[in-house]
């Protein structure tokens, strides 16, 4: 690895953090009503396809500036998945999968917390709809786990690791 400049020379901006991340869905109405039913997020308005443009609708997690998740449906959307990792990670939380990647493709979208008894709830709603997950993991400053949305999109959910 060279020498990683940590000064930058770029304008002096102000960034607020991500507006959204943008996703395709093959099926719009299935996956708004994971992300509203079994995660409890919040779905905006459904727009209405434009040209080549499907019905896209943005998913917003909890209270933050960000507008969340923009789904585009397109049917013949083709999703890199990495669910057989998952299951597994949800079988063995030693196994290789855990470092594994699938290149060109989103790893996955990592969702806050406020804590651990959030954390914890989550997982129990999770098991009970039957969602493949991995254990809860310690990453240093985070506790986290990994699950799989309706599409098989990989997604995080992480909380502060609460201190001793």
Known sequence: ????????????????????????????????????????????????????????????????????????????????QSSEEIKQLAADRNSSSLSRFLPGALQHVAFSLHSETDGVKLRKRLQELGVVMTDIYDQGLIRNFIFLDNNGIQLEAAWPMEKA
Request: charged share 20%; glycine share 10%.
């Open 1 to 80: 690895m060279g020498n990683i400049q940590t000064q930058s020379s770029a304008p002096d901006v102000r960034w607020q953090g991500f507006h959204h991340t943008a996703l395709v869905t093959p099926d719009l109405d299935a996956t708004i009503a994971f992300y509203v039913h079994t995660l409890g997020m919040e779905a905006g308005p459904v727009f209405s396809a434009a040209g080549k443009r499907g019905r896209h609708c943005f998913i917003k997690p909890g209270d933050t500036r960000s507008w969340g998740i923009h789904f585009f449906e397109y049917e013949e959307a083709v999703i890199s």
